[in-house]
């Protein structure tokens, strides 16, 4: 973890891996564990489909269990019981009244997610937590002991979803996102449970179109012969889970912006709320409406103007106002919290001069967002003064942590109440533009689950499930499931923050939490991230992966584009090249070894440079010290690109060579290169760890090479055409021999015969086959005709050295098409224009490789070489 300098304000927050993107991965089962369920024990059934029961029923029969049934459909089958889940009191005492019958339960299996219906921006979710999640909560309370009883039977609960298979991410549908209420709260119940009984459990979501037959089935078969994993996907038959997966955010192209936009912000008052919406003030200059419970009071600004001493004055006053009241008592009590008011009116006050100061206009309404008519009133007003709202962001939550055991249900509604259904009813209020963003504070509870946290994980994920079923509709909403914050908010409440230190979670700096949450609005495209360092133990089915190779090849990697899920972007579609491609499946040799594979999403790749496998290496090398050249780096790219694609790009653009990859001491060096399609598009980059003589890694990961594939290319040939053919037969002014006394380049990368002229302007060469081949065995199939771009390069040096007496080295590339791949011939020129200093003292070029005929086989666009 790296110290930040006084003042950081998230600058590198996209260098450290905190952003992950929530994916669906096979999780084939390795080994199939024995477990078993007590002939005399009773199964507890939960469900209000006839059809699931019947299945249930048929598949207990078979595995010779009893069970018994609650449900509210009329029937007169004797191992039933008729329940009315929309009364909390009354689902209690039916199950209350059955435990005191059979205390000795053996397991539960709970349908009523599985039976959810679509979206309904009318529906309450107060009260469709009541039918479709409470039910487990009371019975996992009631049957604790029975759960506790693992003698003759290893205990148990499932709950079965019904959503598309794989929790949502893969369906392109809307639906009802109370279903995360149930999978937010199961992820804690899960563990709140195994502590207190050691029951296991399972969460397991089916496809709209799965049997209840096959439900029943599968469901059991997880039961007695699935691993520990809780959360297990069956579609198309594959049994899958839910990752997270390091992603850096592709910040090329705003998809938001948030400039001249009027957003509405809930929990902005104070801890990290506060902070990311001075971030917005301060980068986008945003109106932001602030909605909060706190109330500015007429003395406010008074109050904020005071100093210590007056505001201590203050407090004696009102002391003494409480004590001059006849109708109560004046406790201690009373006074810290009339206090406490002030104190939270004053920071509430002092925050939204902060964002006024900072460029925004701020517009403020007291309001509980509990309070549905208040809310209603509030967004009437806000509707009345600004018209529908460019986007929510919604902070405003409560936590407190206490098992499922230990919980009060009134707290667990008030939980679930001011994160869900008060987003419910701003969309019941229909206050966000269509074309408008949700954004919502939400947290690793609700996807890796936490001890205590059920109403809070339930709470969150019925907002991730949100944006979830938002997306599919069009907007654009994004749920970010953070991890606890070092020195501000609820994470570090007393208790809190040692449960969660002592587990190994790694607290987030809140400026980089709260910079990526920004830039996720801003340039995300995903429905969901989760925004965490390690989880340590919290994340008990590691769920969250470091290292793409951590996943293998599946097929159904993340990828970054509009809608994320598990379907791989689709292959970049570059323009092809003009001439006949070269058999781009030969080209391997720069991919070195694939460790990893998503076609048209991820791509991880293993090589090392060594100078028995690239020769040429030998040849460019700097006081005796080899360097891989650019030019190799650029064809590595290339095929990178292809083989994540599958489309040969047509060439490359903002290429940046950072660090030169060396082999020291002639000693080998390993490099990983990562492919990443998004959209259209693949990313690239080139990295290396250094590791010392006793194998040990030092240091940071170090960043060599970075670039894109090219999109689309406009040639510029045309405008300088004329005069670079001008005088292609002249003599040679500066002689092969000169040059190569300049440049250090020994035969295999001497590519240049000659200058026919260098001015200030422009520079023309001759390319011709170096006089030593690359490789001794015959030469590779490349895509990027590196050695072309390589006498370009050497062109537009040898214009430095001679005009600006300095020596220079490639720098970066905006854009490099290679519009020839064949193999060329043994001759063509090279025109390099020189197109000033960037402002940090950069030549910039742009170059053209061409033969006889003015066909151009390479052309460069912002060259930048940098002098040694
Ligand atoms: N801090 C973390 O480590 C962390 C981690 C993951 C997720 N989160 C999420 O990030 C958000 C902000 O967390 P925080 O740590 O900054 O917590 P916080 O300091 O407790 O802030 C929560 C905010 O919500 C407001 N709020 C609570 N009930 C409200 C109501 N009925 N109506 C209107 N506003 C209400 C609070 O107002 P008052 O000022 O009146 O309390 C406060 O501004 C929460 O949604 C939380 O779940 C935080």
Redesign the pocket.
Known sequence: ERPEREGYQGEHCHEKKLRYVTTVADAPLTERENRRLSKDRTVLLFADNSQLIKAYAEEFKELGVKYHVFTTLKTRSKNTTIVNWESYEETEAALKAYEAEDPNIQGIVYLLGATIKKFDKKASPHAELTKYVMPLFIALRVFEKGLANRQDADTFFAVNTKIDGNFGYTTKDEFNPIVGALTGGTTCYRKDVYERTGAISKLMDFEPTATPDEMAQKTMDEVLHGDMRLMIGTRDNVRSTILSLPTRLDKSVKHFDLAGKTIIF????????AMLSQKIAAQYHSKIIV????EIQEKTPLWASMNEAELAALKKQIWEDLKADPTKKATPVMLERAFGRVK?SIT?YNNLQKLRNLGSEVEYYH????NSSMMKEVCTKIKAKNGRVDGLIH?????RSKLIYDKDPAEYYRIFD??AT?FATFLANNIVRDDGFFAF????AGKYGNLGQSD?ASA?DYLAKSALSLSNQGYRAISIA????KN?????RAGVETFLRSNGVDFVDPEDGMQIFLDEIVYGRVPEIVLTGSLGRLDWDHQLKFEWDEIGAADNGSDDSANGGNTPAAPAAAPKAAAPAVDSAKATHFLGEVKSLQKGSEIHLEKEFNLNSDPYLADHAIEGTPYVPGVMGIETFMETATALTGEVPQGLKDVHFYLPIKLLRNRPQAVRVIGKASGNEASMEIESDFINSKGVKMGNTRRHFTAHTLGSFVSTWDSVKAEAMTGLNAPMSVSKEEIYKKYFHGPSFQVLAGIVRVDKHASLAVYHTTPRPQWNDGPRTLLANPMLIEAAFQCCGFQDMSIEHKMTLPDGIAEVAVLNKQVPPAQLYLYGVNRGNTADGKTLHDAYVFDAQGNVWVEIHGYQAIGQ
């Open positions: 809930t929990g902005s008052g104070r801890g990290i709320g909605l909060d419970i706190i939270d509430l309001c509980d967002v509990m902070f405003a939550g409560l936590e001011v994160k008060s504070a939400s947290s690793i809070y969150n953070m991890s606890a914050y501000v908010g609820m994470g570090v």
